[in-house]
């Protein structure tokens, strides 16, 4: 088992920042690439950005690029999300997901992951 603890989100003016983290807890952090993904009411859960076990490759969806950037630190057992020039687009509940042997390919699906943390809501108001 894995845990997953986020926090960071907060309520924010467009074009602020924000940092969220997300602290694992349970089998070696290393073994797994971390994403983070956001949901809305009644949308479905997006992939925002993922980044693999070592942290060598990492990818965003379209309309984060230049903005966002995902990191980790696996002696701390975390991932980062900077998220900057933030947009009302951008609100969300925000979530941290670990996949343990999957393919990078499929980085961006859900069903990829095979844990979640709870989440933490970012508003970004105008």
């Known amino acids: 088992q894995v845990q997953l603890v986020e926090s960071g989100g907060g309520l924010v003016q467009a074009g602020g920042s924000l940092r969220l983290s997300c602290a694992a807890s349970?089998?070696?952090?290393?073994?797994?690439?971390m994403a983070w993904f956001r949901q809305n009411p009644g949308k479905e859960r997006e992939f925002v950005g993922g980044?693999?076990?070592?942290?060598?490759?990492?990818d965003y969806v379209d309309s984060v690029k230049g903005r966002f950037t995902i990191s980790r630190d696996n002696a701390k057992n975390t991932v980062y999300l900077q998220m900057n020039s933030l947009k009302p687009d951008d609100t969300g509940l925000y979530y941290c997901?670990?996949?343990?042997?999957?393919?990078?390919?499929?980085?961006?699906?859900?069903?990829?992951?095979?844990?979640w943390g709870q989440g933490t809501q970012v508003t970004v108001s105008s």
């Open positions: 980044i693999s076990r070592g942290g060598g490759s990492t």
């Open positions: 349970g089998r070696p952090f290393s073994r797994f690439a």
């Open positions: 997901a670990a996949a343990y042997g999957s393919s990078w390919d499929t980085r961006a699906r859900v069903s990829a992951y095979d844990y």
